[in-house]
């Protein structure tokens, strides 16, 4: 990664759930593009799915950034706000806060099902860590992103105006959204900005768990959303590439408050994936 620009270099970000899935490959790309990335997350160890928070800051220094593993359960309100203290007082600033975590192995037990087959504690679940995590961390971060006029980025999903995964996932994914907006009024004058992030179908740790079919291909159907090509995915490093966009663009306040597909902020800022695709996935 030594030939990417560095175009974040002595900027500070912060991306929580970055252990592995989105969160990871935003990591990444903001350190090749040479910020210094604090990594939250709770795992600490490798387990059932890869991936530590050790691990992605070290190869966030291997990109070119400078990778700083924070154990944090985002859960833990006081947790929230030492990380925060810390950063002020190991850097002096936050240019970009990247709310990412999400309990996926959680939600992935209720993928496709009825709201009547899907079990109250699922909400307390997706809206703790997923909303509320997002919020606090937020709220903690505030002081330090007007300061510095950086950027909130909040990854939300198109299942915030149309039917995905089940009803509590869209319910959270629109409230998030609103959450954006919101954020984004408040900050109205200060220089900062908030938006929201839509990925399509990240190819994940976990849904490379998914086994090939006997043509070789890799596929997942949901009950009302359809059949997904899982080859033809977008990695985790082209939400990064978003991000980064953002985070270097001088005029980004004219989108705060507001969603944007990945896909149409890579046509806007003239990126790519890995592969030189713009994946979509609508």
């Given amino acids: ?50 991936g530590t928070v050790g691990e992605t800051a070290a190869m966030v220094t291997e990109f070119g950034g400078h990778g700083v593993a924070a154990a944090c359960d985002h859960r833990d309100d006081g947790a929230v706000e030492q990380l925060f203290a810390r950063i002020r007082a190991e850097q002096g600033r936050l240019d970009v806060l990247v709310n990412n975590v999400y309990n996926s192995p959680a939600a992935a037990r ?26 606090v961390a937020s ?7 007007i300061e510095s006029a950086g950027l909130i980025v909040n990854v939300s999903s198109p299942g915030a105006r149309r039917y995905m995964h089940n009803a509590v996932y869209g319910v959270a994914k629109t409230a998030l959204d609103r959450l954006t907006a919101d954020l984004a009024h408040d900050l109205t004058g200060t220089g900062a900005t908030a938006v929201s992030i839509w990925p399509g179908i990240v190819d994940t740790e976990l849904l490379q768990l998914v086994p090939a079919d006997e043509q070789g291909r890799r596929r997942v159907t949901l009950p009302g959303e359809g059949s997904f090509d899982l080859d033809a995915a977008e990695t985790p490093r082209f939400p ?29 800022y003239g990126f790519t994936d890995v592969d030189g695709r713009i994946p979509r996935a609508d």
Avoid at 139 to 145: D, H, I, Q, R
Avoid at 240 to 268: C, I, M, Q, Y
């Fill in 1 to 50: 990664m030594s030939g990417t620009p560095k175009i974040l270099a002595g900027r500070v970000a912060v991306v929580t759930g970055a252990s592995r899935g989105i969160g990871k490959g935003i990591a990444l790309e903001l350190g090749a593009a040479g910020a210094t990335v604090y990594v939250t997350g709770r795992t600490t160890e490798p387990g059932r799915l890869p």
């Fill in 240 to 268: 990064g590439r978003a991000v980064v966009a953002l985070a270097a663009d001088p005029g980004r306040s004219t989108r705060s408050g507001k969603s944007w597909k990945v896909a149409d902020l890579a046509e806007d």
């Fill in 139 to 145: 709220v903690f971060a505030a002081p330090l992103l």
């Fill in 110 to 135: 209720w993928l496709g099902r009825k709201f009547w087959d899907v079990p109250p504690k699922a909400w307390d679940e997706t809206f703790e860590i997923g909303v509320r995590s997002h919020y």
